[in-house]
C-alpha cells in the first residue's frame, strides 16, 4: 500500500525566516504555502525529485510543533508515506502494534487525508499516511 515517501515534515520557527535557506542556499523554490488550521500550523513546500519538503510553522504555542521545537528544537519533525489505501495501512499498522494518533484520516495540507503514527511505537519516527481525497 505504501507506493512512495510523500514528503519530509521539518519543523521550523518562522517560514519566512527559513524559506531563503531553501531558496538561496539549495536553490529550490517554495511552490505553495497554506495555513492547516486543525493542525495549527503554516506549512511552505519545496519539491526535490519525487519528494516534497514541508516546511511546518506553529501558529499557536499549544501546537504539536510547537511543542515538538522546545523538546527537540528546529528539524526533521516526520516522514510522510504515500498510501494507495491510507485505512488500511492504518489497519496494517494497529495489527502490527503499532499506536494509532489518529484512528480515521483527516484533512491535511493540499487537500490530502493524512494521519500519524505515534513515535513511541515507531522506533522514535512520528510516522504519517497520506493520500488523496478520494482515497
Known amino acids: 500500500m505504501i507506493t512512495r515517501i510523500d514528503h519530509l515534515g521539518i ?12 531558496e538561496q542556499a539549495l536553490g529550490l523554490k517554495c511552490e505553495h504555502r497554506e495555513e ?3 493542525q495549527k500550523v503554516r506549512t511552505a513546500f519545496f519539491t526535490v525529485g519525487e519528494v516534497h519538503l ?7 504555542p499549544d501546537s504539536p510543533v510547537a511543542k515538538f521545537i522546545e523538546k527537540n528544537g528546529e528539524g526533521v519533525h516526520h516522514v510522510a508515506f ?11 499498522a494497529a495489527a ?10 483527516f484533512e491535511g495540507a493540499a487537500g490530502k487525508l493524512v494521519a500519524f503514527l505515534h513515535p513511541k511505537s515507531t522506533h522514535g519516527v512520528l510516522t504519517e499516511f497520506c ?5
Open 82 to 92: 504515500a498510501s494507495s489505501d491510507i485505512r488500511a495501512q492504518l489497519g496494517q
Open 131 to 135: 493520500a488523496p481525497q478520494a482515497n
Open 96 to 105: 502490527a502494534g503499532c499506536k494509532l494518533i489518529h484512528e480515521q484520516p
Open 36 to 38: 492547516v488550521l486543525s
Open 54 to 60: 514541508e516546511l511546518l510553522e506553529p501558529t499557536s
Open 11 to 22: 519543523a521550523v520557527r518562522s517560514l519566512d525566516a527559513t524559506i531563503p535557506y531553501y
